[in-house]
């Protein structure tokens, strides 16, 4: 049974960075894509970043492009998003997802990624 635990959100002040972690279990880390969305309420799902099984390509979103890092430790089958100066708008719940890596373009649809964590809540005041 796959399983995706993220970590690492709360309440952050504007201007602050965070790093989001997420343990993956189940499944041979390397063979999969992974990648990191949010969700703010009242608004669809957005892709923010992803990496391919073996870390060598990395995807990231056009919402927040150039404040995003996505990494991946495949040693501990975690993958981690920073982030920088965020703002109040990035007040979402932040999901990571996996899919497998057929060496294919990366995906940025939500419904590409059979697998999800529960999120990790992230509040940012200003």
């Known amino acids: 049974q796959v399983q995706l635990v993220e970590s690492g959100g709360g309440l952050v002040q504007a201007g602050d960075s965070l790093r989001l972690s997420c343990v993956a279990s189940g499944l041979t880390f390397s063979d999969y894509v992974m990648a990191w969305f949010r969700q703010a309420p009242g608004k669809e799902r957005q892709f923010l970043a992803s990496?391919?099984?073996?870390?060598?390509?990395?995807l990231p979103g056009d919402a927040v492009q150039g404040r995003v890092t996505i990494s991946r430790d495949n040693t501990k089958k975690t993958v981690y998003l920073e982030m920088s100066m965020l703002t109040p708008e990035d007040t979402a719940v932040y999901y990571c997802a996996a899919g497998r890596d057929t060496r294919a373009p990366m995906e940025i649809r939500p419904d590409r990624y059979p697998y999800w964590g529960e999120g990790t809540r992230v509040t940012v005041s200003s």
């Open positions: 990496s391919s099984g073996n870390g060598r390509r990395i």
